[in-house]
């Protein structure tokens, strides 16, 4: 898909491609092509090894504690042959964006813990509460749920501790309501990606 618009091909672990490409093409002449990272040193290694670029999910925890994994990529990236300030890194997080930081957390809260919980019963977690909600969208936790101003805070204080190039919103999280997801997508990009760009240059 690099070299042409349409392929075709067989293998082991999927259904074949037969002619098919992938739309829209980018503006780019080729595809990017990054790797999605979930935590683990071992994928953060292998997405270095390639010298692909890295996007690193943030769903749980505290931004800070993935500080050694970005550092782990840069120095394999070394380690590879590879310039760090030559292939970005990219921050995931989910994202939802109100008015006011109460309606959004009261908005964004019962469609999360519905998906949340979901996925904890496949992996053994217990169901998400409020409580560990709101420590999650606190100045620090690891969801970006608030007022556009909380949530450039969040963005800008993650890019301090990564120097990630960039952020993907992952917005569309549980089952939001249209409107609402509508609404959270405008205040993102009236509100937070300009103060954002802004502040970053």
């Known amino acids: 898909l690099n070299e042409q618009e349409k392929i075709t091909w067989k293998g082991k672990h999927r259904p074949d491609i037969n002619n098919l490409g992938v739309y829209p093409r980018p503006l780019q002449e080729k595809l990017p092509i990054w790797v999605a990272v979930g935590g683990t040193p071992e994928s953060v290694v292998r997405a270095a090894n390639f010298g692909l670029p890295m996007g690193l999910a943030i769903i749980g925890g505290m931004p800070e504690r993935f500080v ?111 409107d609402k997801l509508m609404r959270s997508i405008e205040l993102f990009g009236t509100k937070v990606a300009p103060a954002v760009r802004k502040a970053i240059g």
């Open 68 to 178: 050694p994994l970005i550092n782990l990529y840069r120095e394999a990236l070394v380690k590879y042959g590879h310039n760090p300030d030559k292939i970005p890194v990219g921050i995931n997080s989910h994202v939802y964006v109100a008015d006011d930081s109460n309606k959004a957390g009261n908005e964004f809260f019962p469609y999360y813990a519905e998906v949340m919980s979901r996925i904890g019963r496949e992996r053994g977690w217990p169901p998400t509460t409020r409580q560990q909600f709101d420590a999650m969208r606190s100045a620090k936790g690891s969801l970006l749920v608030g007022s556009p101003q909380e949530v450039t805070e969040k963005i800008l204080f993650e890019h301090e501790l990564f120097g990630n190039k960039r952020f993907l919103a992952q917005m569309d999280v549980g089952a939001l309501p249209h």
